[in-house]
């Protein structure tokens, strides 16, 4: 697998899983428990036999002890398929430099795609760009991590491209990163409506430092989604900035739990393999956040 | 070189050092970066102040700062200093015929008198004159008796605050013979205005007695109500004073001119009894269709030393010299000129003839002042002893102090104000040549 840039992190990450966080519909064999029962050599529970059922999975030495026929159950296992949906607008590439949101998002996405393929999930992602929504489907086969870091790697970012329209179309776990800076209200919504499916939901929102404590120095802060938007971002507004930007994300993590989004904000200088272990983390094991 | 306001020379100090700070702190637009949650900056002006190392804009700031040190250089009023030594000294002079010796007095003052020194000569009224005029100064004589201290006191004052600049002290010398009459309400003030001690020479003067003149009348008609009065006169006052007097109640005859000419302090005393004589002024009326003047007239005695005469007088033209008594519009009543070793009075007050206004107490001191020594009486010399105030001990007037107390105005003052428009006006120029460098 050519992972280029990601063979560090990759291994750092290696053993990691990311279990569901509930019982998965009924698929193909996997790691996760799935809500039907199966033919498993571990027993479960005993069913009253129905027409139909295959006389094979009859428990034939407890028909002939009691002569009622129950059938045995197993607890059956499936994958779960997951999607990365990457917000690719302009706002994510800052800072200027080499790590920014942008860099963090890839390294996050290649890290959990990487933890979720190594339990033979399907993974897949979805670049929302303002050129192209680029969209490689959720696989299971070999290679599909580099595919995915090599789709990444290609892609330019410009705009403010729509997220919640690919939320839609995306495997029972979906991913979406991004700074919370585009559609939010619509993201909710779709957000909320793939939870109610019966999907896992979450949403890394990605911040950088520099945003949290901006430079000193007087700047015309300019907007990259909408340039109209110029603000003086000196000493005499940096405080009321910082007020309403933590107001502002505590409200989307508020929010967004509200409907059942696993969220977590990741800063842009934070190490990736330690998120991806507090993201992959199991149910009922961790503090979010 | 001094100012008249020197802390307005420190204010366009700091004020040019303030031009020069305030030219380290530009006001422009920060740099434009993206910056994604610029959204949520509050609203507000996009221009921010910043601080510069060093000044960009060198012939600006120059000309900035030149123009408001000139303006502060104008409002400080640079004056030149007088030349002189540091200790200076304002003469006054006592220059009266009551002076025994005027010339060793003249010699006194000149001794006293270096560059950059100022004279001040004075009798009832005092004038500032060039140390030079000193040697000239015999020419015109002495006119009066009396000499005032107030208005000497006023001049030396004014005198002092113009050569006080760049003298570290001042000195005030008076020459006088300090009489009582010399003296005022207002001379205790004056001589507090001095910011330092006076040195009084004392000069030796003649000093009059209050004894009566020895008195001739000549042409007292029959009812003639000036009678009273001299002979109430004579009855207060014995013994024989130091000058003659001639009254003449009609009109001089050559010998009294003659004895008025030769006779060392004669006073001929010129008051014509005749109330409707033809020299009579009509135009002093106050009723044109009166045939006679008949004025509700009131006469003072010039200084208003005394009670005016308020009554019906008479007006009658007077030549000029010396205003001993003035009309209450201010035309001479009575005046006294120079002739020969005496002096001729002539009195333009006709005194009705009905009334008792001779026998009043005011008319007393009327008659007193027309029968006084040439120049007027002079009372007694005062002793040191009763002048502590006015020669009290202490340190000369500080210069610098005495010039600040200057009201003039400095001629560079102007001259500085139109340097600073024209600075200002290139400063527009290169303003607009440069407007980004301005900006």
């Known amino acids: 697998m050519a992972v280029g840039p990601y063979g560090a992190l990759l291994d750092a990450v290696r053993g990691v899983r990311w279990p569901a966080r509930r019982a998965v519909p009924q698929g193909a064999p996997g790691a996760h428990q799935a809500r039907s029962r199966g033919m498993a050599p571990e027993f479960a529970e005993y069913r009253p036999y129905r027409q139909g059922d295959d006389p094979k999975r009859l428990d034939w030495k407890l028909l002939a002890r009691s002569d009622r026929a129950f059938v045995r159950l197993a607890p059956d296992h499936a994958t779960l398929g997951t999607t990365f949906v990457l917000d690719a607008s302009a706002s994510m590439d800052y800072p200027a430099a080499e790590d920014n949101k942008w860099t963090l998002a890839k390294r996050l996405t290649v890290a959990l795609a990487a933890a979720a393929h190594s339990g033979s999930d399907p993974v897949g992602v979805v670049i929302a760009s303002a050129l192209t929504a680029q969209r490689l489907e959720p696989r299971t086969r070999r290679g599909v991590v580099g595919e995915i870091a090599r789709a990444l790697d290609a892609t330019r970012l410009s705009g403010s491209p729509p997220l919640a329209p690919h939320v839609a179309l995306s495997a029972p776990r979906c991913v979406v990163l991004t700074d919370c800076l585009g559609d939010l209200a619509e993201l909710r919504t779709a957000l909320a409506q793939h939870v109610v499916r019966g999907g896992e939901a979450y949403l890394l929102h990605v911040v950088s430092r520099a945003e949290l404590e901006p430079s000193p120095e007087p700047v015309l802060a300019t907007d990259p989604r909408d340039a109209n938007v110029r603000r003086a971002l000196m000493s005499a507004t940096r405080e009321t900035y910082r007020e309403r930007f933590d107001a502002f994300r505590t409200e989307v993590a508020r929010a967004m739990r509200a409907d059942g989004v696993q969220v977590f904000e990741v800063i842009d200088d934070a190490p990736v393999d330690v998120l991806v272990r507090r993201i992959a983390r199991p149910a009922g094991s961790e503090a979010q956040r | ?439």
């Open chain 2, 1 to 439: 070189m001094s100012f008249l306001a020197p802390w307005m020379m420190v204010a366009g100090i700091v004020g040019s050092l303030g031009v020069f700070a305030l030219h380290l702190l530009t006001t422009r637009r920060p740099p434009a970066v993206m910056f994604p949650t610029a959204r949520f900056v509050p609203e507000s002006d996009v221009r921010a102040v910043a601080r510069t190392s060093r000044p960009t804009d060198v012939l600006l700031l120059v000309l900035r700062a030149l123009a408001v040190l000139a303006i502060g250089a104008a409002f400080a009023q640079p004056v030149p200093d007088a030349p002189g030594a540091q200790v200076r000294t304002v003469v006054a002079l006592e220059w009266t015929t009551a002076v025994v010796d005027i010339e060793a007095a003249r010699r006194q003052a000149k001794g006293y008198l270096a560059r950059g020194n100022a004279l001040v000569v004075f009798d009832t009224a005092a004038r500032e004159l060039p140390p030079e005029a000193l040697d000239t100064l015999s020419a015109p004589s002495p006119l009066l008796r009396r000499a005032t201290l107030s208005p000497m006191f006023v001049r030396a004052h004014d005198a002092g605050t113009r050569i006080a600049r760049g003298a570290d002290s001042v000195r005030l010398v008076i020459l006088s013979g300090v009489s009582a009459d010399g003296l005022d309400a207002a001379t205790p003030a004056w001589r507090a205005a001095w910011p330092g001690r006076v040195e009084v020479v004392r000069l030796p003067v003649q000093a009059d007695t209050l004894a009566a003149p020895t008195l001739e009348v000549s042409g007292v008609f029959a009812d003639d109500p000036l009678q009273p009065a001299l002979a109430a006169l004579a009855a207060l006052r014995s013994g024989r004073g130091a000058h003659g007097v001639r009254l003449a109640r009609a009109e001089a005859t050559a010998a009294d001119s003659a004895w008025a000419r030769e006779v060392s302090g004669a006073v001929l005393v010129l008051w014509p009894a005749t109330a409707a004589s033809a020299d009579v002024a009509r135009e002093g009326s106050i009723d044109p269709r009166a045939d006679t003047v008949v004025n509700a007239g009131v006469v003072a005695l010039d200084g208003g030393e005394a009670t005016p005469l308020v009554a019906p007088l008479m007006r009658r033209a007077v030549p000029e010299g010396r205003v001993v008594a003035r009309w209450r519009d201010g035309t001479p009543a009575v005046t006294e000129r120079v002739y020969g070793n005496g002096c001729v009075r002539s009195v333009g007050v006709g005194i009705p003839v009905a009334g008792d206004l001779t026998l009043r107490p005011p008319f007393a001191h009327f008659l007193e002042a027309m029968l006084a020594p040439c120049g007027g009486a002079r009372r007694a010399v005062l002793p040191d002893s009763a002048l502590p105030w006015l020669h009290a001990e202490g340190r000369l007037a500080d210069g610098p102090m005495l010039a600040a107390a200057a009201t003039t105005s400095s001629p560079l003052t102007k001259w500085l104000l139109v340097l600073a428009m024209l600075l200002l006006a290139v400063e527009q120029v290169v303003r607009r040549i440069h407007p980004r460098k301005g900006a």
